[in-house]
């Protein structure tokens, strides 16, 4: 079965030729292939104990089904929601397969990060996985996404946050997909002098889309969005962003790094709208690539849509190639040029994971990366 044969699919929720032009990002053929909707059930969860960590609390979303253990009740409320409507009408796209979404409440302070392993288990499959989380308690968390050598599957994922008044959540997504395609379609709901902090790490997947739909409705609302992306072969990953600042003094500011090698292609497409209403907001973009090979490329559109002048706002995007004097200078130290480059390769990578606050988190993806060969 293929997706846009879907009973009673909307196809208008699906990317329009005219849409996908503009990005010079077509991602239409994946709904049209021909995946298995039926899941896999009784999955051994023995096999993905690795992926465990003692400095953590831990959970698992297994083809959607949610595993977690019986000590965090005490801090966790499980139940499930509607789906809800967005600006990214591919948002909807898991309503019309499953009836409501899974919602976590973290409901105070845990005394150390969670870690949501999210497993998908199946050649040729359609994954849906959706996942609410409402946050009223300062808090750490970790998700990873893994396919234990599954491909030619498509995974439509949806990850709303809700942070309430005075709540800071620190959140890092890593996927090490491979041979496959995944869409992260992203909401928030920011309350007053609320933050989130988010940091995504992409490797590997064919196809990594992320979609962000997030209005900054209250006050002092702060929404930093960090990322690295390491594509190569013919991978293919994009950002987009639909932001709209409505309350006063409210934050947005959105930077991903690229790093592309020989046929991959990349999409920065960032839109930051600041209403009128949204005084001395401040509304940020940044897009740096570093190519490495000929035949890398990326379209990067940051645009900014502003209508008040009491405001800070800035976008911009950079593409070049690796530093030459920085090449230099570590091959005059006996060092060979291919690792010389894996130096500085690692190094900007670096710079974005250090934007996760908590060391053990940073470890864990280290060992991660280590695993997964990244």
Do not use: W
């Amino acid at each position: 079965m293929k997706v846009v044969e879907i009973e009673n699919l909307n196809l208008d929720i699906l990317p329009t030729k005219k849409v996908e032009e503009f990005r010079s990002f077509n991602i239409y053929p994946i709904f049209e292939k021909d995946l298995d909707f039926n899941l896999e059930k009784d999955i051994d969860l023995n096999q993905y104990s690795y992926l465990k960590d003692e400095h953590f609390y831990n959970i698992f979303l297994v083809n959607n089904e949610l595993v977690f253990e019986n000590e965090l009740n005490k801090f966790l409320e499980v139940s499930y929601e509607k789906f809800e409507d967005s600006v990214n009408k591919l948002y909807t796209l898991n309503s019309y397969i499953n009836k409501e979404a899974l919602n976590l409440t973290i409901n105070e302070k845990l005394d150390k990060p969670l870690n949501i392993i999210s497993i998908f288990q199946g050649n040729d499959k359609f994954f849906t996985n959706s996942l609410n989380i409402n946050i009223k308690a300062d808090v750490d968390i970790l998700e990873t996404f893994h396919n234990d050598l599954s491909k030619d599957f498509l995974i439509s994922a949806n990850r709303k946050y809700t942070v309430l008044e005075d709540v800071k959540a620190n959140i890092a997504k890593v996927q090490t997909l491979q041979n496959g395609n995944i869409i992260t379609n992203y909401k928030t709901d920011l309350k007053s002098n609320a933050i989130l902090n988010l940091v995504n790490l992409e490797y590997k997947a064919d196809l990594a889309l992320n979609i962000f739909d997030s209005k900054l409705e209250n006050e002092n609302a702060v929404l930093n969005i960090d990322g690295i992306v390491k594509n190569k072969a013919k991978q293919r990953s994009g950002n987009i962003a639909f932001i709209e600042h409505i309350a006063k003094s409210t934050t947005s500011d959105i930077k991903i790094k690229h790093l592309l090698d020989e046929n991959a292609h990349c999409l920065f497409d960032i839109s930051s709208t600041v209403q009128n209403s949204a005084l001395y907001s401040k509304a940020f973009q940044n897009s740096q690539t570093i190519i490495l090979s000929d035949d890398a490329k990326i379209n990067a559109n940051p645009r900014l849509q502003i209508y008040i002048d009491e405001l800070e706002a800035a976008h911009g995007a950079s593409c070049g190639t690796l530093n030459e004097d920085e090449l230099y200078y570590l091959c005059s130290r006996g060092i060979s040029k291919a690792k010389a480059r894996e130096m500085i390769i690692d190094s900007i990578e670096l710079q974005v994971i250090r934007e996760i606050e908590l060391k053990a988190i940073r470890r864990y993806i280290k060992n991660l990366k280590r695993i997964n060969h990244v």
